[in-house]
């Protein structure tokens, strides 16, 4: 059963061979030059839709640029705006990985890339070995010099990212997780309906921090959700067992 469901969540995404609509010709022709992260951030809401605070992704994104990363993965893509965002910032960016358990706009964003960007897209859960070794593959011995973490939001499920992904990502890349300021339901206990769910990643974003070189990018302490938390993975710095057995103890 569980080979089953491996085999149905793996499935790699191809460029489609269809034409493009010419909305979509226009529009690239239109954004090959914008570089400026408040204009992507406005293109990406128009041509995706994206579920992050300007004030936050913007200065973010512009902190990432700085790092020049080249190998780039991302967990939780939703309409594709954050993806778009990447893609067209990040310049040097050749080989850029995405997953996440549905997808959308995925030709969309493939049409929109920069040209020498390879990209794959995994459809799956982020946590499955299966989904892990499929991107070791791609990934052909290369690491990731940036991640960002943005799928399961229960504490358990983002500390499992964090687990699989952190051996694939190279000494000294970033590893960036959303939604670490608490939202209404941590605040209050009862969960808004309606309102996006920040779930456990604040909690675990308390406990890891003070263990890594960090940076946050929060508009408001008191926004219920939302916020960028990002470490610099150290050289030589594996999990220990013992650190992750005191974050899944906290948990719990
Ligand atoms: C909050 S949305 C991501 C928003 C997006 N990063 C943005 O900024 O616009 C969370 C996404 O994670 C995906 N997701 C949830 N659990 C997942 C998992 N275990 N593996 C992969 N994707 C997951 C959901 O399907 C959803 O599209």
Redesign the pocket.
Known sequence: MLKWFQRQHQTIVQSSVFPKPSAWHDAKKEFSDVIDSAQLYAIAGKEF????VENEIVPFLDYVAEHTPVVIG??????G??SFMFLRKLQDVTLYLG????LENISKLKFYRRDQQQMYILE????LPAIVNKARQHLAGRQFDFLFI????EYA?VLEDLIQWYPLVKPGGLIAL?DIVPDEEAKTGVRPAGR?WGGGVYKLWANIKPHFEHKEFVNDWDQGGFGIGVITKPDDHPLSEELVAQWKADGE
């Open positions: 839709g994206i579920l992050q991302e967990i939780g893509l939703k309409h705006g954050n997953m996440d358990l549905v799956g859960n982020s946590q943005d799928g399961d939001h499920g959303h996006l």
